[in-house]
Every structure is written in C-alpha cells, then in structure tokens.
C-alpha cells in the first residue's frame, strides 16, 4: 500500500494552465500504475488517464491534446499537466494507484485501490 497526496490545485481562469503532483509515501511506487480521475459537484468521479509500471500513458479522449500524465518513479510522484482549461474541467482531481505486475491500467475507478484525498481545481470563465 502507498499513501497518496495531491497538490497543485488552484483557481485559474479558463485557458489557463495548472500542473496537479501526487506524492506517493512507500518502496514500491515503481510497481504501481498510477492514474488521474476528476469528479465534479453531482456527477460520477471519471477517468482522465493512466501511466504504467513503464510508463506508457493513456488519456480520456475528451482530455487528449490538453492533459498530460507523467511520473517520476526517483521522486515517487505522478504529475498531470493540463492545459488551455476551461469551466467544465472544474472539480476535485483525484490520484489513484494499484500494484500491478506489467503492464496495466483501468479506466474504471473500482479497479484503484490507493487513493488520495484530493485536490479542488476551479476554472473561472
């Protein structure tokens, strides 16, 4: 088990940018796949991207161009770049992690069984 902090959340106006980080306590960051998911008020938490073992990245369609995961496995942290921001990408932004063997990743919430608090990114127009 790994213990996962956000940071980096902010208010910004749209078209702007914001770079959220994931600090992950714990030996085995490196066998995790870590991924992203957002939720906003009254709506499911979704998916937004996924980094493996190897660090092979997926992104949600609606996100792809504009967000970009990464991970630093020396510093134990995951990162999300995201860009050109607009009012619907308000909501709390979420990390996720799940020891694997390989390569592996889900875009389904269930299948994470670290998760962190949080972090509120609020996106004026």
């Known amino acids: 088990q790994v213990q996962l902090v956000e940071s980096g959340g902010a208010l910004v106006q749209a078209g702007g940018s914001l770079r959220l980080s994931c600090a992950a306590s714990?030996?085995?960051?490196?066998?995790?796949?870590m991924a992203w998911f957002r939720q906003a008020p009254g709506k499911e938490r979704e998916f937004l991207a996924a980094?493996?073992?190897?660090?092979?990245?997926y992104h949600r369609d609606s996100v792809k161009g504009r967000f970009t995961i990464s991970r630093d496995n020396a510093k134990n942290t995951v990162s999300l770049e995201m860009n050109s921001l607009k009012p619907e990408d308000t909501a709390v932004y979420y990390c996720?992690?799940?020891?694997?063997?390989?390569?592996?990743?889900?875009?389904?919430?269930?299948?994470?069984?670290?998760w962190g608090p949080g972090t509120q990114v609020t996106v004026s127009s």
């Open positions: 714990g030996r085995t960051f490196s066998q995790y796949t």
């Open positions: 980094i493996t073992r190897d660090s092979l990245n």
């Open positions: 996720a992690g799940r020891e694997v063997r390989g390569r592996w990743y889900s875009t389904q919430r269930y299948d994470y069984d670290n």
